[in-house]
């Protein structure tokens, strides 16, 4: 194995470029690590900033996770937490560590991952900073299934995720189906997703409208999302079909950058436009149907995970990997904040717009004094 | 989207670069005062739909009146009879609204997608609604305002102070308020608003109770009063669009090519915002945030007259009414003698209609 490190004077900020010579690799202005493997067969090329700000992003999240495991009704000290992980503590401090708390951490952080890749996956196919699994109806169709189980037939947990899959899987179908006429172009995918997810959201209002006040709240209560009452036995079912859609996701990632280019040239360059987004917008439902079925659609993460990790990575486009470690530390965080911020238990989803919304507000007006 | 240039001598009193339409709409070898005719046509029709929209949205209800009986209560009231009652102090006001608040949200909307270049802005992307939606929380949540008749002000003034907001944080910088800026930072405060704002009415039954009536929109219950109130902000807000409409054009170009032409981007971005915010304003205010006209109506307009703004806007000035009006007369219809509120039939007419619209026509962008 060999590992080869390349140091480029960035051509970015005041200092003037380094005279181009015809020797060394291109310098495209950013710091690149390039692993060989197999003797130069398989070859890998890491961006450094996008690198170490991963890194960053997964001790912020091990951090805030330390802190939630130990904060609570029965806080307990930072170095219990650490040893009731490695299973020397008391049995009293193991179990509100690792059975109460830890499965509910472990949820946040990949339900958040989840739905940042997912984000990711859309706005990529839009080439829209607004695009999200909303615009296929995906959320609107998950709250009617769910607002249906819950008003009509009074279902618990599991009725409710069905419902709310079934809604959605429909919904996305259906969206899919009528936008596609020779091909399911990006812009009238959009415009029958805006027109299908208005007419199921008018549907909601009116479902809300009609209830009994106290049904409807409870309704409103899934409908922002919440985490409570989730143990190991939501755990293993998402890490499983987390497991089986990341490796195609990574596989497809290269593709997808391609097809950023517009249908034509990703066409010239040898890709199947029309499989390719069909195949991504299957992951991309898969995945915030987990979340949803797991803790109900939360909102936001999907659609600011994506541009907060462009704008710390400082990529040109949307990444897979930094939208997904962003927007499990953006739940993760949330889900803290919903849980002893206020005293009072509020709906992860509440939290995930206001935390989210304000990070974002910060990254605009910052990126504005540059 | 196959475009063509076509020539128009003398249209273009502006100065700005020959309109461009989408060949597709253009009949082959059709002069250009054939096309002016069928626009003019297109849009003689739309005005006649619009009229008959207005009759009918007087004459039906869960009173059914006749036409003659209407025309008297109009110029020979007689405050007697039980029906002028029924025309002058329900039925007319409720039209007056649906015609108002249905050229501005249409309006709005359409300003909206071309400022920002995004088909999927809606007039609430720049805060109106999150703004309108968090100061009536706020005030049936923290200050007790019950009265339905309080909420026009405080959505009225939160719409305004979230916009201007929005404004200020998408206009910091060095290239100033880019379309891509000014829509996060629209998504970014309506999320922060909605977040607290659903963190109250979660904890206050009575606040959720006040909430989700508001947020369906209706134009059903508004007195003359409220037309009375919106309309100068309304009618003052088409007027300024009309205006600008000329200016769009360019803009729609993207930045640099319209910096390239010449045109003082800061001043029409600053003029839509202050027309959004008046026209989206004043609607939600009035009427709740009935969001899917400004959403629907440019699309579909864009798609009959393409994608000059000279055009569009008129255009939709007489198309969105027509369907929120539509869905009014409709709402008093399906549940008769009861009423569906305005704001969800605009949805189950409109998206049926965009869909079609959308497989037949070859979609434009903007």
């Not at chain 1, 830890?102 to 991952?113: D, E, T």
């Not at chain 2, 649906?98 to 050229?103: E, F, P």
Request: aromatic letters at 6%; proline letters at 5%.
């Amino acid at each position: 194995m060999t590992g080869a490190y390349h140091d480029h004077s960035r051509a970015r900020g005041n200092r003037p470029a380094a005279p181009a010579t015809n020797t060394g690799p291109i310098d495209f202005g950013r710091r690149v690590a390039v692993l060989r493997l197999l003797g130069g067969r398989l070859s890998l090329r890491f961006d450094l900033r996008s690198l170490v700000t991963g890194v960053i992003l997964l001790l912020s999240t091990a951090m805030i996770g330390a802190v939630s495991l130990a904060s609570g009704k029965f806080p307990i000290p930072l170095a219990d937490v650490f040893r009731a992980l490695h299973g020397t503590a008391g049995d009293n401090i193991r179990m509100v560590v690792v059975e109460w708390r830890l499965p509910r951490l472990l949820l946040a952080f990949l339900l958040g991952a989840a739905l940042g890749l997912s984000g990711a996956i859309f706005q990529s196919l839009t080439r829209n900073p607004l695009g999200s699994p909303d615009i296929i109806g995906f959320s609107a169709g998950t709250y009617t299934g769910a607002l249906a189980v819950l008003l009509i037939f009074s279902g618990g947990y599991y009725e409710t995720a069905a419902g709310a899959l079934a809604g959605g899987i429909i919904t996305a179908a259906a969206v899919y189906l009528l936008a596609y006429h020779g091909g399911a172009q990006s812009f009238r995918l959009i415009v029958v997703g805006i027109g299908i997810s208005a007419l199921l959201g008018a549907l909601n209002a009116w479902m809300i409208r009609q209830a009994d006040l106290q049904v409807a709240m409870s309704a409103a209560i899934w409908g922002a999302g919440s985490l409570n009452g989730l143990a190991f036995e939501q755990v293993w079912p998402v890490l499983l079909m987390l497991a089986l859609i990341v490796p195609c996701l990574l596989i497809l990632a290269r593709p997808m950058r391609q097809l950023e280019l517009g249908d034509d040239a990703a066409m010239s360059s040898g890709i199947h436009a029309n499989r390719l987004r069909l195949m991504l917008m299957i992951c991309g439902v898969a995945l915030t149907a987990i979340v949803t079925a797991a803790a109900g659609p939360i909102a936001f993460v999907s659609l600011a995970a994506p541009q907060i990790a462009r704008r710390v990575t400082r990529l040109a486009g949307v990444a897979l990997i930094p939208s997904a470690l962003v927007g499990g530390l953006l739940l993760t965080t949330a889900d803290w904040a919903a849980q002893h911020a206020f005293g009072v238990q509020l709906p992860v989803g509440v939290m995930t717009v206001s935390i989210g919304g304000l990070y974002f507000l910060w990254l605009l007006l910052r990126e504005a004094r540059q | 989207m196959i475009t063509q240039v076509v020539e128009q001598p003398g249209a273009d009193p502006a100065g700005h670069p020959a309109s461009v339409l989408p060949a597709a709409h253009r009949p082959c070898g059709a002069s250009t005062s054939q096309l002016r005719l069928q626009r003019l046509a297109l849009l003689a029709l739309s005005a006649a739909i619009l009229i008959v929209f207005c009759i009918i949205s007087l004459l039906v209800g869960a009173r059914p009146v006749a036409f003659s009986t209407a025309f008297d209560a109009l110029f020979a009231y007689d405050p007697v009879s039980a029906e002028h009652i029924v025309i002058r102090d329900y039925r007319l006001p409720r039209t007056l609204l649906g015609l108002l608040c249905g050229a501005a949200f249409g309006v709005s909307g359409a300003l909206i997608q071309v400022a920002t270049r995004n088909p999927l802005a809606d007039p609430g992307i720049l805060g109106v609604n999150a703004g309108a939606a968090f100061f009536v929380t706020l005030a049936v949540g923290l200050f007790g305002f019950h009265a339905v008749s309080s909420h026009l002000w405080f959505a009225f003034l939160g719409a305004i102070t979230v916009t201007l907001l929005v404004y200020a944080v998408g206009s910091r910088g060095r290239d100033g308020a880019t379309p891509v800026r000014l829509v996060l930072s629209g998504v970014a405060l309506s999320a922060v608003l909605g977040g607290i704002g659903s963190s109250i009415t979660l904890l206050d039954p009575v606040a959720f109770d006040s909430l989700r009536l508001w947020s369906i929109g209706s134009l059903a219950g508004r007195n003359i009063d409220v037309v009375v109130t919106v309309a100068p902000f309304i009618i003052f807000g088409l007027v300024l669009s009309v205006c600008i409409a000329p200016s769009l054009n360019v803009v729609a170009l993207g930045d640099d090519p319209s910096r390239a032409l010449g045109a003082n981007l800061v001043r029409t971005r600053i003029l839509v915002v202050i027309a959004v915010t008046l026209l989206a304003g004043a609607a939600t205010a009035a009427a709740g945030p009935i969001g899917f006209v400004g959403l629907m109506v440019p699309h579909v307009v864009r798609w009959l007259t393409g994608p000059d703004q000279r055009r569009i806007i008129p255009f939709t000035i007489l198309c969105s009414p027509i369907l929120l009006l539509a869905a009014d007369i409709t709402g008093r219809l399906v549940l008769f003698p009861g009423e569906l509120e305005a704001g969800i039939v605009t949805a189950f007419i409109g998206a049926p209609v965009l869909v079609a619209l959308a497989r037949r026509t070859r979609a434009s962008g903007i």
